[in-house]
């Protein structure tokens, strides 16, 4: 199947963020890295408000689709719960990282990663919820695991994060 013009600008704008951060992304930067006319973006995007919108969109599907391949029934709690920390055990891309702390700022940038998380991390538990708590507390874990390497420099040796994945997964309970 032919990758549509709109995929091949937002995969553009990805690789832009990862070698250049969010500030890089132009209409100009944009045409340079894929190859399409500034006015076929503008076609697709009429501002660089919804050229990063979209990006959002785009990374947060694709993280979406890695969660439904990870789990065998997306119906059930605990299996979009342990698909989250499965997820979270790889180590994120520096356009995942940035545009997270983008949306920090933005009610609808962060609505978009909210939308995700919402229906599969662990929710904040109510006070008198201890199996919701310790869920909770996987899912802070698994965060944490998921920026380690950004926020360190350091990679994880894959025994050690296979161990800390593992038990991570052991406190998500049927």
Same mark, same amino acid.
């Given at each position: /199947?032919?990758e549509?013009? &709109?995929?091949?600008?937002?995969?553009?704008?990805? &690789? !832009?963020?990862? #070698?250049?951060?969010?500030?890089?992304?132009?209409?100009?930067?944009?045409a340079?890295?894929?190859?399409i006319? #500034?006015g076929?973006? $503008? +076609?697709?995007?009429?501002?660089?408000?919804? %050229?990063?919108?979209?990006?959002?969109?785009? !990374?947060?599907?694709?993280?979406e689709? @890695?969660?439904?391949?990870?789990?065998?029934?997306?119906?059930?709690?605990?299996? &979009?719960?342990?698909? +989250?920390? @499965?997820?979270?055990? #790889?180590?994120?891309?520096?356009?995942?990282?940035?545009?997270?702390?983008?949306?920090?700022?933005?009610?609808?940038?962060?609505?978009? *990663?909210?939308?995700?998380?919402?229906? *599969?991390?662990?929710?904040?538990?109510?006070?008198?919820?201890?199996?919701?708590?310790?869920?909770? %507390?996987? &899912?802070?874990?698994?965060?944490?695991l998921?920026?380690? #390497?950004? /926020?360190t420099?350091?990679?994880?040796?894959?025994?050690?994060?296979?161990?800390?994945?593992?038990?991570?997964?052991?406190? $998500?309970?049927?």
């Amino acid at each position: /199947m032919r990758e549509s013009n &709109r995929e091949k600008i937002l995969d553009g704008v990805v &690789r !832009l963020i990862e #070698r250049d951060g969010v500030t890089a992304i132009t209409f100009d930067a944009v045409a340079a890295e894929t190859g399409i006319t #500034r006015g076929g973006i $503008i +076609y697709h995007f009429s501002s660089r408000e919804e %050229l990063i919108l979209a990006t959002h969109q785009h !990374l947060a599907r694709q993280w979406e689709a @890695q969660l439904r391949s990870l789990t065998p029934d997306s119906d059930l709690p605990v299996d &979009r719960y342990r698909a +989250y920390v @499965q997820s979270c055990s #790889r180590d994120a891309t520096r356009a995942e990282l940035l545009m997270m702390l983008e949306s920090a700022g933005d009610e609808r940038l962060a609505q978009v *990663w909210s939308d995700v998380i919402d229906r *599969w991390a662990p929710p904040v538990p109510q006070s008198d919820d201890p199996v919701g708590l310790t869920h909770f %507390l996987a &899912r802070i874990a698994a965060d944490g695991l998921w920026a380690h #390497r950004t /926020m360190t420099g350091q990679p994880l040796p894959s025994e050690v994060k296979a161990m800390v994945s593992g038990s991570i997964l052991k406190l $998500i309970k049927q």
